[in-house]
């Protein structure tokens, strides 16, 4: 039980410490630090951790494996934005559109195909009236620049449907 209370304390701290560096890097850079978003990472940590960081006032927080999301966001505060950290497989898409309403942000998906079938369970899922989103998802696209020699004639038009999907359905931010 010390051990847990000691680890609940730390990431306080270290919440702290990361938030300072923030102000100060921030300070430097002369940006505002609200115009810096910190995620907290929350692989492996139990969610009394989440929880006490939350308490201290944190918000933002990130998570890369599908099941533990899925566990983790239904046990915390609705107003945690939760991100998706990782490249998102088609067949992990819906159950984490599905089951973490204060999704806001997918980090990242790799194919113009996974994207569009992430915005079609999106569709279906406001449409049917199963999910109340508490906030926009954003979704960060991956793209290899540098390709194995052999798939570089897929490149230019490949890249090409990627653009035409991001102009047609995603608004910039």
Known sequence: ????????????????????RVQQAAER?????????????????P????????DAGHRIFGENYVQEIL????????????H?????????????????????????VDDVKVAAYIRGILLHLKSASFQTFTTDLHLYMRWCTQRKLQMMRHFPVRRSAEVHFLEKYCKRT
């Open 1 to 20: 039980m010390a051990a847990v209370a000691a680890a609940e304390g730390a990431a306080v701290t270290a919440l702290r410490s990361v938030m300072q």
């Open 29 to 45: 850079a002369g940006r505002p630090a609200e115009s810096v978003r910190v995620v907290a990472v929350s692989k492996t940590k």
């Open 47 to 54: 969610v009394s951790v989440i929880q006490q960081v939350y």
């Open 71 to 82: 566990e983790k966001a239904p046990q915390l505060p609705d107003d945690i934005q939760w």
């Open 84 to 108: 998706y950290i990782g490249n998102l497989q088609s067949n992990k898409a819906k159950a984490l559109l599905a089951g973490v309403p204060n999704l806001c942000m997918v980090q990242s």
